[in-house]
């Protein structure tokens, strides 16, 4: 049997057929399912999905959703570049598309946030079109069955790797096969200790036969990841209200609500200084970022209500789009004594 038959063979009977985007298939959920699995697991993606579909039952919806909305949908999520993505897609479906997904592999690649492989994948899963997809679970097992050695993000290995994809591609049943592909990376070739013994395609496997199973697909070239430092203010104010400061669209964390970074605001009026929270870091994919607190009081609820900051309850405030080390944080605060969680999150 051919590679593609063998895999949907075991698809049938081990893969995965009850996502939420499998079923009600749309062009509009199996795009969506795709961004949201962009550097996603199923698992944390079902979710998001599920409160997604809810709130936007159709591609229109979305695009005329407010963004600040479709953020604190997305809210810890991470990426967030995916949800503005998502948005603006939406709007210009409306503009040049009549309110649909395009058909056309060109016209989906000029949506933002879609590229080579999210694009055949959604003509593969809302049309049965046939259109190899080259996603990292995919690049994991071609690299493997066909001992492609290298970085897969490299411009010569991934050509080896989209050539493989081609001629593995069945003609038919290109909607079953692409998520048999994606169902057999995630669950049996798995990064580590792939389960060979339950995989369809082992018998000419090379990885498995030459013993490389570990070594491939070749690693990124190491490059020490920067770290970084920002310190930001937890200001309260009598009521035990924070400020919230919506960043600009561009850079880190683009339109989510945050505490203000410490250099950012001119504070003034009695402050009480109040326990600080301890240092938080978060990973992004470029760099390390160390978070660091000053939490104060102000005697008076002073009002700064405008486009670009807001004083909120915690309650409101984790209502927005914010980031996931702010949202923890923001968690884990005490409406009614404001020092309280920080001193319980003291080292
Ligand atoms: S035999 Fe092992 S390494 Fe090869 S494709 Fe299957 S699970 Fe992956």
Redo the contacts with the bound molecule.
């Keep these: 049997m051919s590679f593609s038959e063998r895999l949907l063979a075991w698809w049938e009977r081990h893969g995965r057929h009850d996502l939420p985007w499998q079923t009600d298939r749309s062009p509009y959920r199996v795009w969506l399912s795709e961004i949201m699995l962009q550097q996603t697991q199923v698992a944390t993606a079902k979710p998001y999905f599920e409160r997604f579909t809810q709130r936007f039952p159709e591609l229109e919806d979305l695009a005329r959703a407010e963004i600040d909305e479709v953020l604190a949908l997305w809210s810890g999520l991470g990426y967030y570049a995916r949800a503005r993505n998502l948005h603006r897609s939406a709007e210009l479906c409306l503009e040049r598309h009549d309110g649909s997904l395009p058909e056309q592999a060109e016209a989906l690649q000029a949506l933002p946030g879609v590229g080579r492989s999210t694009a055949n994948a959604i003509l593969a899963q809302a049309w049965d079109r046939r259109a190899p997809i080259l996603d990292g679970n995919v690049k994991r ?1 071609l690299a ?2 066909r001992a492609i050695a290298g970085w897969p993000g490299r411009s010569s290995v991934e050509k080896l790797l989209w050539q493989a994809a081609e001629e593995l591609t069945p003609d038919n049943r290109a909607a079953d096969y692409t998520q048999a592909i994606m169902d ?1 990376g995630a669950t ?2 798995r990064p580590r200790n ?3 013994r339950r ?1 369809p ?2 018998e000419d ?1 090379r ?2 036969i030459e013993g490389r ?1 570990e070594e491939l697909p070749g690693r990124r070239p190491k490059k020490t990841r920067p770290r970084r430092q920002a310190e930001y203010l937890l200001l309260r104010d009598s009521a035990g209200r924070v400020l919230l400061e919506r960043r600009p669209p561009a850079g880190i964390w683009g339109g989510l609500w945050s505490l203000p970074e410490h250099d950012s605001l001119e504070l003034s009026g009695e402050l009480e200084p109040l326990p600080s929270p301890a240092p938080m870091e978060h990973e992004f994919s470029h760099f390390s970022l160390r978070l660091e607190f000053h939490h104060v009081r102000l005697d008076t609820a002073i009002q700064v209500e405008d486009r670009v900051t807001a004083w909120l309850n915690i309650a409101e405030a984790l209502e927005r789009g914010l980031p996931r080390p702010m949202r923890a944080l923001l968690e884990c605060l005490d409406e009614s004594d404001p020092g309280q969680a920080a001193r319980d999150r003291l080292r």
Excluded: G
């Design positions: 097992v493997r069955h057999l049996v070739c792939p389960d060979c995989c395609v082992a496997c990885a498995r199973t």
